[in-house]
T-cell receptor
Framework: GIQVEQSPPDLILQEGANSTLRCNFS?????LQWFHQNPWGQLINLFY???GTKQNGRLSATTVATERYSLLYISSSQTTDSGVYFC???????????FGSGTQLTVLP | GAGVSQSPRYKVAKRGQDVALRCDPI?????LFWYQQALGQGPEFLTY????????KSGLPSDRFFAERPEGSVSTLKIQRTQQEDSAVYLC???????????????????FGPGTRLTVL
């Protein structure tokens, strides 16, 4: 099956800093989603982005499907951005998502 | 409802007990998925429903796991004779579309419930 790798595994930032999270995948994808899992465990949808670039407030994402990677940018980070960020993809004939292992983000006040 | 809901939010079971976990998907969503998330890891696929039909159960770890969606809306994941290794968060997700293979369709975006944290003692 498809492999999904996220980097870095852990990231500690000071409030106000910018960051870039990366997701590499091993095969072509039909669907790519970025999620934020908050401290209570809820997966919050950030982007549906199988290709191209999207922006939503301080967050933006870019997927370069031909090179098999996606990037999530967080600008002017806030303490509420803390949590785990997951990239998940759907590939081939599969209907389910395959998740990466996540990036644990901690934003310090 | 506004989102996917799951109940109970927390469940403690003694080893050997049976448990039933409920998922209410977003109204009108055709596709429903169950995932299992172990501590410190990403969610892993268990099973998929298209309306009431269970089309893929390849991720169920053993025959002690059983899922159903008899009327094409609410789904129940049942675990029989629970074991300690079943302890995890069980997540339900739904999407509007059929999730057709090879289609880049925004209606395939999956939305997740808050999960049920199962602890087996």
């Amino acid at each position: 099956g498809i492999q999904v790798e996220q980097s870095p595994p852990d990231l500690i930032l000071q409030e106000g800093a910018n960051s870039t999270l990366r997701c590499n995948f091993s095969d072509s994808v039909n669907n790519l989603q970025w999620f934020h899992q908050n401290p209570w465990g809820q997966l919050i949808n950030l982007f549906y982005i199988p290709s191209g670039t999207k922006q939503n407030g301080r967050l933006s994402a870019t997927t370069v499907a031909t090179e098999r990677y996606s990037l999530l940018y967080i600008s002017s980070s806030q303490t509420t951005d803390s949590g785990v960020y997951f990239c998940a993809v759907r590939s081939g004939s599969a209907r389910q998502l395959t998740f990466g292992s996540g990036t644990q983000l901690t934003v310090l006040p | 409802g506004a989102g996917v809901s799951q109940s109970p939010r927390y469940k403690v079971a003694k080893r050997g007990q049976d448990v039933a976990l409920r998922c209410d998907p977003i109204s009108g969503h055709v596709s429903l998925f169950w995932y299992q998330q172990a501590l410190g890891q990403g969610p892993e696929f268990l099973t998929y429903f298209q309306n009431e039909a269970q089309l893929d159960k390849s991720g169920l770890p053993s025959d002690r796991f059983f899922a159903e969606r008899p009327e094409g809306s609410v789904s129940t994941l049942k675990i029989q004779r629970t074991q300690q290794e079943d302890s995890a968060v069980y997540l339900c997700a739904s999407s509007l579309a059929l999730g057709l293979a090879g289609r880049e369709n925004p209606y395939n975006e999956q939305f997740f419930g808050p999960g049920t944290r199962l602890t087996v003692l």
